[in-house]
T-cell receptor, first 112, second 115 residues
Framework: KQEVTQIPAALSVPEGENLVLNCSFTDSAIYNLQWFRQDPGKGLTSLLLIQSSQREQTSGRLNASLDKSSGRSTLYIAASQPGDSATYLC???????????FGKGTTLSVSS | ETGVTQSPTHLIKTRGQQVTLRCSSQSGHNTVSWYQQALGQGPQFIFQYYREEENGRGNFPPRFSGLQFPNYSSELNVNALELDDSALYLC??????????????FGPGTRLTVL
């Protein structure tokens, strides 16, 4: 059964810092992993999708890596800005490939 | 390209009532999944619909049911509402030839409050 864990649960940083959010998953037989952003009370915005054949995926200041052997993914945010303040969720497919299993998220606060 | 839309935005019901939530999938997508997100938690998978049939279900009781229509839009129905059903309900659509998980795109959600 796939389980996803994210640490830390919350993170506060000053503007301009580079930071890393961590995600671990128990079932390494995944074919992709997805990172999302969620603003308070809103839906999820897809940030990055990493296929199992890839080790990294980049979009602007965001870089996500995937290491299936260790069951870990990281989301790297460069030069953080106050507009980056949100909850970041990672999600991996379940064994049947019919659903995404989510972590509880990391709530990021970037102060100016 | 039209994104995923959901209606209504907010809903208040009382315990024991029934509710129907609606979702229109993104253009070109044929698979719809529903998730429940309680406050402070990650979304929990309810079920997925592909080709108008349920294609997977999470740990939710039968009073949670759904439909998918020929235009790939979908409904989530919840009967006999309980206080714990209060949550943000998220719909996600994806494009798949087999119904498996590809990149999912989420709607803005429906906030359900049960009193």
């Amino acid at each position: 059964k796939q389980e996803v864990t994210q640490i830390p649960a919350a993170l506060s940083v000053p503007e301009g810092e580079n930071l890393v959010l961590n995600c671990s998953f128990t079932d390494s037989a995944i074919y992709n992993l997805q990172w999302f952003r969620q603003d308070p009370g809103k839906g999820l915005t897809s940030l990055l999708l990493i296929q199992s054949s890839q080790r990294e995926q980049t979009s602007g200041r965001l870089n996500a890596s995937l290491d299936k052997s260790s069951g870990r993914s990281t989301l790297y945010i460069a030069a953080s800005q106050p507009g980056d303040s949100a909850t970041y969720l990672c999600a991996a497919p379940n064994q049947a490939g019919t659903a995404l299993i989510f972590g509880k998220g990391t709530t990021l606060s970037v102060s100016s | 390209e039209t994104g995923v839309t959901q209606s209504p935005t907010h809903l208040i019901k009382t315990r024991g009532q029934q509710v129907t939530l609606r979702c229109s999938s993104q253009s070109g997508h044929n698979t719809v999944s529903w998730y429940q997100q309680a406050l402070g938690q990650g979304p929990q998978f309810i079920f997925q619909y592909y080709r108008e049939e349920e294609n997977g279900r999470g740990n939710f009781p039968p009073r949670f049911s759904g439909l998918q229509f020929p235009n790939y839009s979908s409904e989530l129905n919840v009967n006999a509402l309980e206080l714990d059903d209060s949550a943000l309900y998220l719909c996600a659509s994806s494009k798949s030839g087999t119904g498996g998980i590809n990149e999912q795109f989420f709607g803005p959600g429906t906030r359900l409050t049960v009193l």
